[in-house]
């Protein structure tokens, strides 16, 4: 069982920035993919980026060239840095672990932080 902390989260003016973390209880090493999600009020919970063990990035195309996500190996963390940041990246935002173990799926979430952009 993989525990998941997210911090980082805040109020911001539209073309502000801030810096999401996502602390894990164990090495992510073991962790094959993590990424980033978040939900709006109303929608769906939807990926913003993930990055593979091997370092492998993915992102949506609403927050390409804004957002970066990266890993620490040392300190069991991934990051979230969100610059130029609009209203409607408004939303919980929740850290997702991935395990794969043999043909098996886990994954693992955090309780998320709220980020929310004003006009």
């Known amino acids: 069982q993989v525990q998941l902390v997210e911090s980082g989260g805040g109020s911001v003016q539209a073309g502000g920035s801030l810096r999401l973390s996502c602390a894990a209880s164990e090495t992510i090493f073991s962790i094959n993919a993590m990424g980033w999600y978040r939900q709006a009020p109303g929608k769906q919970r939807e990926l913003v980026a993930t990055?593979?063990?091997?370092?492998?990035?993915d992102y949506a195309d609403s927050v390409k060239g804004r957002f970066t996500i990266s890993r620490d190996n040392d300190k069991n963390t991934v990051r979230l840095q969100m610059n130029t940041l609009k209203p409607e990246d408004t939303g919980v935002y929740y850290c997702?672990?991935?395990?794969?173990?043999?043909?098996?799926?886990?994954?693992?979430w955090g309780q998320g932080t709220q980020v929310t952009v004003s006009a």
């Open positions: 990055i593979t063990k091997g370092g492998i990035t």
């Open positions: 997702k672990a991935e395990r794969w173990i043999g043909s098996t799926r886990y994954d693992y």
